[in-house]
Structure formats: C-alpha cells, structure tokens
C-alpha cells in the first residue's frame, strides 16, 4: 500500500504510566537512583508500572471510517490523545496525514472564562485556521451549534450539550483531514445526534477520516468500514467493523452468560439466565411531576428475578418499579414507554390502556407494580420510561411523576439474523412459483 494513501499509520505503540504508592515514594524516585548509581549500587524502582498501551500497530487509510471499541480502561481514550499529539508515547511511532480535528474529552480545549465566541477563535487558531478564514465560517459555525443566543456568554455557563455542540460545530468546519471523536457526542440530545450522524456521513463521504470511540456496537457497524478491539492495552482484532463487534460482543456478554450461570442453581429451567453489562448506564435521565408520588425501584429482570440490561430475542422479561405516595391521587396510571435512541417511541403501555382496575391513594400508601414483557425488539439499544400521571385536572392529563431514559438496555438478535428496523416479527418468508411453459 502506498504511503499516499495512508492517513494514519500507527508501529508499536506502547504507554506505560508510573503508579506511586505514596508521594514520598515520588520523590525517593526522583533522588534515590541517581544516588545509587553514583556509589555503584543497581538503581531501585520505587513505583509500578502500568501499561496502558503495549505494542500498538495498525493503518488506517485516507477516507476510513474505524471504530474503536472496548471495555473502559482497555486503552481505547490513551490512544487517541497520543494521534492528535496531546500524549507522548513510551515507545513506538505514529505518523498522520492532514490536519486533524478531535473532540476528546468534553469541554478540552475551551477556556471556560471565555466567551462562545472566542473559543470559537481560539479553538479554530489552534487547528491551523486564520482569523479571516475563522471569520468567514463563523455563521455557519454558530448556526449548526444551534446557540446564537449564548454565544456571547462565557462557556462556563454553557451546559454540557451545549458545550459539546460548540466543540463539535469547530471541529466539522475546520475542513479536517482526519476527525476523531471520544465518545463526546453521547451527551448530546437525540436530535443533535441524528444531526452530528449526518455531518459525519458527509465528512465521510467527501474522503475525510473517521476515528470513532463509541460503547454502542451498533452504531459503529453503521457507520465504520473496520473497528479495532482494545482489551488491557492490547489489540484484540482489527478488521471488518461487523466480525470486530460480533467478537466484542461474544467476549461481553458471553462472560456474563458463563457468570451467571454458575449463580442460578434456583432458576427455573425455561428461564434465560441474566446478562449484565456495566458500562450500559443511563447518564441523561430527566425527572419531573407534581410531587405527589415518587417513582423508586425501577428494575428490569429476568422472569426469576434476576436484573439485566441485555436481552437475547423472543426473551420474557420484567420492568417493575414502585410508587410511593405524598398526596392524595384519585385514580393514577401507571405506564412504561420503551424508545430508541432518537426520541421514537417503541413501544409503550399502562393500566388505562389495559383496562385495569383503579382505585384513589392516600397519602403514604406504596406500589409495586410489574409489566411482564416479551422481547420482540429488533437489535439496538433502548430506554426506558416510567410514569404516573393522572386525569383528575382541570386541564386533562397530569403527571404526577415521569423518569425518562432513566435505564439503557441492548436486545440482541440472534446469531446469523439480520433484522431491519426496531421490531422483530419473526417472518416465514414462503414462495411459490410457476415456471414458464417451454
């Protein structure tokens, strides 16, 4: 392959960081060596050595998309600060082509005492643009940021969206040559996401590269031609996006799989056993309502009981949550709704819908109620909702209390299935055929 057509070209890259017990071992470190070897005595090594990174090599060609997947610690962030400069590595090389713009960790870069305006300037002299060439994508800039009547407020009362709307908005118009995003765009609203997908499928298609950190496996089939795998500092795969997630995944979940069925001697035997992954959090829940009830408890388990948050297909699973009453409610509904990732309602029920009895609650009574479930979603990952609302208004509907996105949950399809969409409806495909008369 010629040299042209890389535009980043990583040869045993390797990061090793000095861990201290104490800060007095720091200090031991910096004057005891030299000591000792002044009176012929072998160096001592006061600290311990961790390697986030050990012996990184791989090429990415101009106008690739790859995505970088991994669990949190496995190096996935470390790499990408030594790309774009703003690590050294220990050992190893990296060469890049072209300028390149990230987005790492949220708010890097901006000067919080500034205004929107001037990290705009700044930012933008940072990547190698002039004042006039800042001054004439500044509209646009703005515009795409959606925050034309903050910009002039210093950032530091910029909310975290916000902030990352602004970095984002910099970075895509800097005309880079390689684009690498840290997961920043996951505390973005829906509609800002679907609007950053569509600018980087632009991007993409125009021939600028894509480095993508992203949890969301399938996001990075989406929208990467090749994925690498980071486990502990090593490189587990680096080739098609969809076999890398595939062995990502069967590594995630089936640890859990094997877990969980070594602590499920009480399980029913027609029940699917648990998977748990602990880096699908929820981190953008909003709650509201009128204080007459909480919602406490919210789990999603299998039918014994056991919690989850990854779901294999045509599964039986339980939401459940409890509701705890302030105030006197005559005749509450209680409901559940299940969205995907823009916003879209998936699915959604409650006991009005379902024709359940209902009753009035006084002040301190307590509920727990369940919504026996079967998995029919397609491949994705999902929020839940919980809510309570309430009809006894003058205005009609009332939310007593509602918790939205307030957990993440993934519904996996099963080996070799491709399904389209957010449901899965389990087709028979049938033919029948008349051949032409010869």
Known sequence: MSSDDIAIRVQNLSKCYQIYDTPRDRLKQFVAPRLQRLVGVTPRQYFNEFWALKDISFEVKKGETVGIIGRNGSGKSTLLQMICGTLHPTGGSIQTSGRIAALLELGSGFNPEFTGRENVYMNAAVLGLSKEETDARFNEIVAFADIEQFIERPVKTYSSGMVVRLAFAVAINVEPQVLVIDEALAVGDAAFQRKCMRRIDELNQSGVTLLFVSHDTDTVKKICNAAIYLSQGAMRNYGSAKDVCIEYERDLFGASKGKNKLNTSNQKLDDEPAQLDPELLASSEKIYGDGRVSILDITLTNKSQQ??????????????????????????????????????????????????????????????????????????????????HSGDHADGLVFLQRRMDTLLFKSLGRDGETVGGSAQLYPKIEFSISEAAL
């Open 307 to 388: 919690k989850l948050n990854v779901m294999n297909a045509g599964m039986e699973f339980v939401i459940s949550y409890r509701v705890c009453f302030a105030g006197f409610v005559a005749k509450p509904v209680f409901g559940i709704m299940i969205t995907n990732r823009e916003g879209i309602c998936i699915f959604g029920t409650n006991t009005a819908d379902q024709a359940l009895y209902q009753r009035d609650y006084a002040p301190g009574d307590e509920l727990q109620i369940k919504f026996n479930l079967t998995n029919n979603l397609g491949p994705g990952i999902y929020y839940l909702t919980c809510g309570v």
